[in-house]
């Protein structure tokens, strides 16, 4: 057990330190039932250990220990009320009770009719309920921004996809023009080729030219 309070029950600390002979009966019945266990001699003197331990107290069950549901109908509170057992109940539910049997629903302590405003149990309910606000907002914040994400991933996967198709493209220009090379050296070879072949016969031809003007030259 810390006899430090958690940070956040800290403005609960300080209300609950003005109402602390209002402490919860139920709440001094756990604790005494946790001291019993190392320390039973406090016992012999339940309300002053109450009085002692009750910052104690609250640091340790506050707030785990407040209900945010009715005993009787199993809702969350509407108009909770707290019993001078400090059992908590919504406002109807304990009235309506109270016509049918006038003990508490929870531990069957007389309620003697005697229906208190559950002042802490609102509060907490209102904490509640700014915490699940304050959650739905960062949440909703949380898909406009993956939402904005997924629009990013889409734009880029579209470009990705037009580069693809236009380096496809590039890739067919390329190998056509390949082949048109190709096909050029091939008829630029076969061309030097043929004019080898013309050079030949020209030559041959001047040879024969040249042979036949040295035998008529010899003739004459
Ligand atoms: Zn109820
Ligand atoms: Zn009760």
């Given at each position: 057990?810390?006899?430090?309070?958690?940070?956040?029950?800290?403005?609960q600390e300080s209300q609950l330190a003005e109402q602390e002979d209002e402490m919860p009966k139920s709440w001094k019945k756990r604790m005494l039932d946790e001291?019993?266990?190392?320390?039973?001699?406090?016992?012999?003197?339940?309300?002053?250990?109450?009085?002692?331990t009750s910052?104690?107290?609250e640091a340790d069950f506050e707030p785990a220990v407040l209900p945010l549901d009715c005993s009787i109908c199993k809702r969350p509170f509407l108009d909770p009320v707290v019993t001078n057992c400090y059992h908590y109940f919504c406002k109807k539910c304990a009235l309506k009770r109270?016509?049918?049997?006038?003990k508490c629903f929870v531990c069957n302590e007389p309620t003697l009719g005697v229906f208190s405003t559950a002042v802490e149990v609102k509060q907490r309910i209102a904490e509640t309920q700014k915490e699940a606000r304050a959650?739905?907002?960062?949440?909703?914040?949380?898909?406009?921004?993956?939402?904005?994400m997924v629009d990013d991933?889409?734009?880029i996967s579209e470009k990705a996809a037009k580069m693809v198709e236009e380096v496809?493209?590039?890739v067919e220009k390329a190998a056509d023009m390949a082949m048109t090379a190709e096909e050029t050296a091939t008829k630029a070879a076969k061309m030097v080729r043929e004019a080898d072949i013309t050079m030949e016969t020209?030559?041959?031809?001047?040879?024969?030219?040249?042979?036949l003007t040295k035998t008529v030259m010899w003739t004459v």
């Amino acid at each position: 057990m810390s006899d430090s309070g958690e940070p956040e029950t800290s403005v609960q600390e300080s209300q609950l330190a003005e109402q602390e002979d209002e402490m919860p009966k139920s709440w001094k019945k756990r604790m005494l039932d946790e001291d019993s266990k190392n320390e039973s001699s406090r016992l012999k003197n339940p309300k002053k250990v109450a009085k002692r331990t009750s910052r104690k107290l609250e640091a340790d069950f506050e707030p785990a220990v407040l209900p945010l549901d009715c005993s009787i109908c199993k809702r969350p509170f509407l108009d909770p009320v707290v019993t001078n057992c400090y059992h908590y109940f919504c406002k109807k539910c304990a009235l309506k009770r109270h016509t049918e049997n006038n003990k508490c629903f929870v531990c069957n302590e007389p309620t003697l009719g005697v229906f208190s405003t559950a002042v802490e149990v609102k509060q907490r309910i209102a904490e509640t309920q700014k915490e699940a606000r304050a959650m739905v907002k960062e949440v909703s914040a949380m898909l406009e921004k993956a939402s904005a994400m997924v629009d990013d991933a889409r734009v880029i996967s579209e470009k990705a996809a037009k580069m693809v198709e236009e380096v496809e493209i590039m890739v067919e220009k390329a190998a056509d023009m390949a082949m048109t090379a190709e096909e050029t050296a091939t008829k630029a070879a076969k061309m030097v080729r043929e004019a080898d072949i013309t050079m030949e016969t020209a030559k041959a031809k001047m040879v024969k030219a040249l042979a036949l003007t040295k035998t008529v030259m010899w003739t004459v």
